[in-house]
């Protein structure tokens, strides 16, 4: 069964470091997403991102945030200058565009770790 | 914010029934019922969604009122793999919300007991 993967599982960085994080998505999907995870808190949406360009943003995908689709199959998430607050599980997500079906399909996700 | 009131934690013994309340009160026309779940720390899984219908998969069943004011996630036979964060969320499915972003409560917490 197809799967989102992503890389690295974990991530251990220093404050004002820059960090890229990278997910392939289910290979005939067209919307991509990022979500992070604070540690004990919810799932909170940052991104989608479809047609090469930002769909939706949260207001926590500040100017330090950026997605790329550098080819046909990596989905990145760079952030320009880790805070300690930053450290979180990521998720990267997929979903195809057929009508009334939006499921989405979520990686394993990287724990970033910000000392 | 989430549109959907959970109870926050709930426990069922290993072989019987999870039956998962969800209170969506406020639920439009066009919204559409989802569930994920999500196993410690994992990527969030996609369990099942509805609009007004009762449906099942092979992961399980998923019961609306006809008022769709609330719904039940019901795992028929519940294992220990099925102890995590169970979330109800609900969303348009026009092809205007395609790509847009899923909000997340904080869920039940499933614990499925031996």
């Known amino acids: 069964e197809p799967e989102v993967t992503q890389t690295p599982s974990h991530q251990v960085t220093q404050m004002g470091q820059e960090v890229i994080l990278r997910c392939v998505p289910i290979s005939n999907h067209l919307y991509f997403y990022w979500y992070r995870q604070i540690l004990g808190q919810k799932v909170e949406f940052l991104v989608s991102?479809?047609?090469?360009?930002?769909?939706?943003k949260s207001e926590i995908f500040d100017d330090q945030f950026s997605v790329e689709r550098p080819d046909g199959s990596n989905f990145t998430l760079k952030i320009r200058s880790t805070k300690l607050e930053d450290s979180a599980m990521y998720f990267c997500?997929?979903?195809?565009?057929?009508?009334?079906?939006?499921?989405?399909?979520f990686g394993p996700g990287t724990r970033l770790t910000v000392t | 914010d989430a549109k959907t009131t959970q109870p926050p934690s709930m426990d069922c013994a290993e072989g019987r029934a999870a039956n998962l309340p969800c209170n969506h009160s406020?639920?439009?026309?066009?919204?559409?019922v989802y569930w994920y779940r999500q196993i410690h720390s994992q990527g969030p899984q996609y369990i099942i969604h509805?609009?007004?219908n009762n449906e099942t998969n092979e992961m399980a069943s998923l019961i609306i009122t006809e008022d769709r004011k609330s719904s039940t996630l019901i795992l028929p036979h519940a294992t220990l793999r099925d102890t995590a964060v169970y979330y109800c969320?609900?969303?348009?499915?026009?092809?205007?919300?395609?790509?847009?972003?899923?909000?997340f409560g904080k869920g039940t917490t499933l614990s499925v007991s031996s």
């Open positions: 991102f479809y047609n090469n360009e930002i769909s939706e």
């Open positions: 997500a997929s979903s195809e565009s057929r009508p009334f079906s939006y499921e989405q399909y």
């Open positions: 406020t639920i439009s026309g066009n919204e559409y």
């Open positions: 969320i609900v969303r348009e499915g026009t092809s205007s919300q395609a790509g847009t972003a899923l909000i």
């Open positions: 509805g609009l007004k």
